[in-house]
């Protein structure tokens, strides 16, 4: 292909490659379909790559006549091992996918169909996940997990093999895979909470992929939620959190739940109800086996959370390895973690500092990884932080034998 001269309005102005299935977007350029729907869908830009104009409109339209062209040129030129492109299939469209849903839920015995149809639609491209958005498939799809559709259907998997799933199950997976939009997900939470209580229902008792996607979609949801959802975040939510974060389904999954948490507690009396589910225990048990950055930064962000309460703090406390341990990530996940945990030490000595709690802090290490903190590069708002803790405490901590020398050099005269 290299030595022969190939027409420049043959080849895709983003792939330099011959098109095979050429669409033309609302500036006027033509482009090969599989490029423009992975810049405009997947790669979410919203404007034309070739004349960097916003596309109010992401239609595409097929151009059928260079198509043709393309298509005969390939034939003229098949002594020199060109190959002829095939006319492709045409994409799937928005009336499509309305009838297949507007079938399935008037005949129930359609839903098999349906819902392998789905599958298969949403994971041909990006492109075909906003058709199904736009036709209602979300909203369809919700249904079904709500209804807790029990009905078994067989699936037929990427690499070929089947397996049997409740249709609510399948629904949910077919759901996660979509990504709903913002707008899509705002809407479905904003008309009924009933899907939040539903996806609880699954984290609750389905089996693990279910309660994996539930997290996840549970997570997107309240990203978009308004401020009276957040604070009316039921405090069973909080005890799927646990359980799911105790059982380890998937980092994916474990994740998710983390960063719903991090949404979640700055809102009304959400630390209470997370403290009050276990979720202060299993975050430091977590911390205690985990040296994954992310991991790590999210746990800490969510102790920061809890600690500006009370009982936050009461329940870290509680925990024999929880000043230990929130010590230890200092200056070992990452910057944002050194900040996080120097915050925690930060509640903890303002407000929770008992002569226990400040012995304590002295035998574990902390005072000692403090003083380390002020000798190494780190953010000025974070030394700032502990030298006023170091400060606070300094009439117990300074001078002791068990702060080694070359540490309390660097311990604030006040």
């Not at 379909?33 to 004349?51: A, G």
């Not at 009924?192 to 539930?214: C, I, T, W």
């Not at 507690?265 to 975050?283: D, F, M, Q, T, Y």
């Not at 008992?354 to 000692?368: A, D, F, I, P």
Request: charged content about 25%; some cysteine.
């Amino acid at each position: 292909m290299d030595e022969i001269d190939v027409p420049s309005h043959f080849l895709c102005p983003i792939s330099l490659q011959l098109m095979r299935d050429p669409v033309t977007v609302a500036t006027g350029i033509t482009y090969d379909r599989e490029q423009i729907e992975r810049w405009l869908f997947s790669c979410k830009n919203n404007t034309c790559p070739f004349t960097k104009q916003v596309l109010v409109d992401t239609d595409i339209t097929p151009n059928h006549t260079l198509r043709r062209l393309i298509q005969s040129w390939c034939i003229l030129n098949a002594s020199l091992g060109i190959e002829r492109i095939p006319t492709p299939k045409p994409p799937i469209d928005k009336a499509q996918i309305v009838k297949l849903i507007d079938d399935a839920s008037k005949f129930p015995k359609m839903l098999l169909k349906c819902l392998q149809r789905l599958r298969s639609i949403a994971f041909e491209s990006d492109r075909n996940k906003k058709c199904l958005e736009a036709a209602g498939a979300v909203e369809f799809l919700a249904s079904i997990i709500k209804k807790n559709e029990s009905t078994v259907i067989e699936v037929v998997l990427e690499d070929g093999s089947r397996e049997f799933k409740r249709a609510s199950d399948e629904a949910l997976n077919i759901l996660y895979q979509l990504e709903p939009s913002e707008a899509g997900l705002k809407s479905l939470i904003s008309r009924d909470y009933g899907f939040v209580e539903s996806l609880l229902h699954v984290m609750k008792g389905g089996n693990y992929q279910s309660r994996a996607y539930a997290a996840m979609l549970m997570k997107s949801a309240f990203q978009v939620a308004d401020p009276i959802q957040l604070i009316n975040a039921s405090p069973h939510i909080f005890i799927q959190i646990v359980h799911l974060l105790r059982d380890g389904i998937s980092q994916q999954a474990s994740k998710a739940a983390l960063k719903l948490l991090v949404e979640l507690c700055p809102w009304g009396r959400n630390r209470i109800k997370a403290v009050e589910a276990g979720v202060s225990h299993v975050l430091i048990e977590i911390l205690l086996d985990s040296s994954e950055r992310r991991t790590c930064e999210l746990i800490l962000v969510v102790l920061d959370q809890l600690c500006s309460c009370a009982e936050g703090r009461a329940e870290l406390l509680k925990h024999g390895a929880g000043l230990a341990i929130v010590s230890k990530k200092i200056l070992r996940v990452s910057q944002v973690g050194t900040d996080r945990a120097v915050k925690i030490l930060a509640s903890i000595s303002k407000f929770s500092a008992t002569s226990r709690v400040l012995q304590e802090m002295l035998q574990v290490g902390v005072v000692s990884k403090l003083c380390l903190v002020l000798q190494v590069d780190s953010s000025k708002k974070t030394k700032e932080k502990t030298r006023e803790i170091l400060n606070l405490h300094s009439s117990v901590w300074k001078n002791p034998s068990c702060i080694p020398p070359r540490l309390l050099s660097s311990y604030p005269s006040s």
